[in-house]
């Protein structure tokens, strides 16, 4: 197994090079950072002072090069924007994006799988039909407009809920989280619940796809036989068998929450990471946007390992020191 | 600590705590964040408007800049041909509660002016100004050559206490970096309201300062600013009495928002002009084609009368009322009325398709030619549509004309210097100016004047316009302490340059929209700035 990890995070490294540099010349490529930051009636010799204080005078592999030299002493360089370390911008943003999309995928699981098992025992009745539909809104209905109607209905004509921004936040084992008390958790629940929407449409047509698979299993058919009861039968033998597409699935999936849930951010004023990315994008803040992919890289390489763990811990006929990834 | 006694402190404490937020909190939804907290890090609209009510200034304008006020500063005049004399009041507090003396504003001006790193720094307004300490409150500021925008420059650099302490270099800003204000540490100045927080992303919170000692009102005694980037978000929160006021309204819910029982509507005219760019330096130019799109050797554009036909055929009040929905104003020149320096012979072009065909045809143009206008599509309110309108209305009357629209931060590039050699990329472009200065020599300095990286002077110049007739004009007004003459000067200047040459055709003035709840109003400020001082119970 330790092979197998090695090999997985010299993978990753290679990955995190080739980004860096794929990124950086990408964003170098777009625009310039001078125009969009350097107020109207600055002259000719202020905007060539900024070029120089960014470093933007220098030919582009000299750029990429001081980048380098800096990223590897763990520098990942200074926001245009805002003047302070790229990295420190972005780890502070992230306590909020998690919190939105842990709560997201608790949604789609909780109310995923119960859903999709259910769809798929009873596949006839009427409740699963309404199930199924249901799922192929949430996988069609766009998040933005989604998470629109959501605030119209639930902040303005109800007033049950806030329709934006992020609550009181304690600090909780260091981190500051917000979910645990009322206020914090009225504010996550609507950009979380639009979030989780695809997600939760996603578990539960897996979870219906592969109930229905298992259902006709020689192991099912002889624990009835045996006399288990049916809960027995869902809680334990059903539900451990169709865990392991859910588990593959939804690790990839909580990466991407994590890293772009932009669009529901935008449109809740979350102050999380997705939001600072589409802005930075917008403003062109190079270093921001180059740290912000590299990060999110390693999260996916991450994941991708922890998901492979969890999988030989699911199923023991996976052993890791096998695949050759 | 026994329960009962646990629950006889909270209740104190909720009694405490409740009894000064009744009805004097306010939460403002913003839609642009400021870049930092530090004054002079970047000088930029959200910062000036936020960092405005922390800090202090020598000098301010009123919302409607028709007039500027003495805030750090009692009185100022010119006392000969290149000193400003300035009397600091007496018994003005920071917020550490130190005092305001020349010292603090020397020490600021220096900060400003020798900012490294930064987005664009405030030299701009302190280049070439020495300041000298007659005593405690009485401070002379001298330049080489006569100056009479002296009170309007110092409308823009903030004030900061002497003692602030840092974490930064020594030798770099004072040693004070924008960390240390962003954290508040250092983000001490005398203004009605103390900074409390920032979460950067989310809020700042501004706080009621006891010992504020100057004219600015003091309506909340805590002010909260939510950002909200997406248009229907923030339409929504206010909506949902999440907050108490948004800016930037979208026009498309204007309309909406008026019949609205819980709101109300604040809008003023900005000193924002939309206007064009056209071409006039090359001979032949890259966006100027024959009628079916082939290069041409000549540049059209070059001409003042086909620049003069192109504004006629330009329908403003059509921009107005079906693009702007009728939440602008059709403009003739640089600044909308009201404003100092401004021509009383310009109005706004008339719509005149049958002479502007005429005046085509007398420019030997009379077949037309075509042109692709390019525009930003994120910049200005509606920029977008404005361009589409502005194709559709040539296309129909001779000059077929593609539209080409793009994110602003790819779109300043190409139109300031995305062609060979630094030039401006694109022939015809709409963009917009807004007048910090508050009278038009600026945007005729960086938009009219002849491009010319030694003087500083047309920065901005997409077009090139250049006319050594106006360029003398504008460095005699620059020159003029008296108010009246210059008035005089600079309104001869932008009837030569925009009246006569067509150097720019201005399209409309921005009218910035609020909306409050019912009992609220907001005092527009025509330099857009959205505050919690100008936002005011109605009546």
Known sequence: MSVFIIRRLLQAGLVVVVMSFIVFSGVFMVGDPIEILVSDDADQEERDRMIKSMGLDKPFIVQYGLFVAKAVQGDLGESFVFNEPALLLILDRMPA????????????????????VWAGLKPDSLASKSIMTGSIL????????????????????????????????????GMPISVFSWDGFSHVLMPAVNLALFKL??????????????MHQDYIKFARAKGLSDS?????????????????????????????????????????????????????????????????????????LFVDILYSLLDPRVRLQDVKA | MKPWRQLGLAALAVVTLSAPVQAADVVIGMRSEPSSIDPYFHNLGPNNGMLGQVFDRLTDWTPGMDKIFGRAAESWKAINDTTWEFKIKKGIKFHDGSDLTVDDVIYSYERA????????????????????????????????????????DTTTVMIMSSEAKGTGAADKNKGISAKDFNDGTAAIGSGPYKFVEWKKGDRIVLEKFDGYQGSMAQPWDKITFKF??????????????????????????????KNEPKVSLSSGVSNRVIYLHMDQFRDSSPFVTTKDGKPMDKNPLKD???????????????????????????????????????????????????????????????????????GPNDRYINDAKIAEAIGQMLSAQGIPTKVETMPKNVYFKRASKGAEGGLPEFSFVLVGWGSGTGEPSSPLKSLLATHDKDKGKGASNRGRHSDAKVDSLLDQALATVDDTKR???LAETTDLAIGKNQGIIPLHYQVNTWATRKGLKYNPRADERTTGIDLVPAN
């Open chain 1, 232 to 304: 027995r039968i869902i809680l334990i033998h059903v539900m451990k068998n169709i865990m392991i597409p859910v588990v593959t699935v939804l690790g990839l999936e909580f990466g991407g929450l994590v890293a772009f849930s932009v669009v529901t951010e935008t449109v809740f004023a979350w102050p999380g990471m997705g939001k600072l990315l589409i802005d930075s994008i917008g403003q062109l803040d190079r270093p921001v946007i180059v740290a912000y992919l590299m990060i999110i890289v390693f999260l996916f390489v991450f994941i991708n």
């Open chain 2, 228 to 257: 909200i980037k997406a248009e229907p978000a923030r339409v929504a929160a206010l909506l949902a009495g999440d907050v108490d006021m948004i800016d930037n309204v979208p026009t498309s819910d204007i309309e909406r928002l």
């Open chain 1, 138 to 173: 949430g996988f069609s209905l766009p998040t933005f407009w989604v998470g629109i109607m959501m605030i119209l209905l639930f902040a303005v004509y109800l007033g049950w809920l806030p329709s934006t921004g992020r609550g009181d936040v304690q600090v909780i084992l």
């Open chain 2, 487 to 489: 008035a005089a000067l």
């Open chain 2, 304 to 374: 003042a009368r086909v620049r003069k036909a192109i504004s006629m055929m330009i329908n403003r009040e059509a921009i107005v009322e079906r693009v702007m929905e009728g939440v602008a104003i059709p403009a003739g020149q640089l600044l909308p009325e009201g404003f100092f320096g401004r021509s009383p012979n310009l109005s706004a072009e008339k719509y005149d398709p049958a002479g502007a065909k005429k005046l085509l045809a007398e420019a030997g143009w009379g077949d037309g030619f075509g042109l692709t206008i390019h």
């Open chain 1, 201 to 214: 449409s996603l578990v539960i047509r897996l979870a219906r796809a592969g109930t229905r698979e298992v």
């Open chain 2, 113 to 152: 002016d020798g900012y490294e790193g930064g987005n664009s720094s405030f030299r701009t307004y302190t280049k070439g100004k020495t300041l000298k300490k007659i005593d405690d409150y009485t401070l002379h500021i001298m330049t080489d050559s006569p100056y009479p925008l002296m009170p309007n």
């Open chain 1, 97 to 116: 994006t998690m919190e939105l999309a842990v709560v997201a995928l608790l949604i789609a699981v909780v109310f995923g799988i119960p859903l999709g």
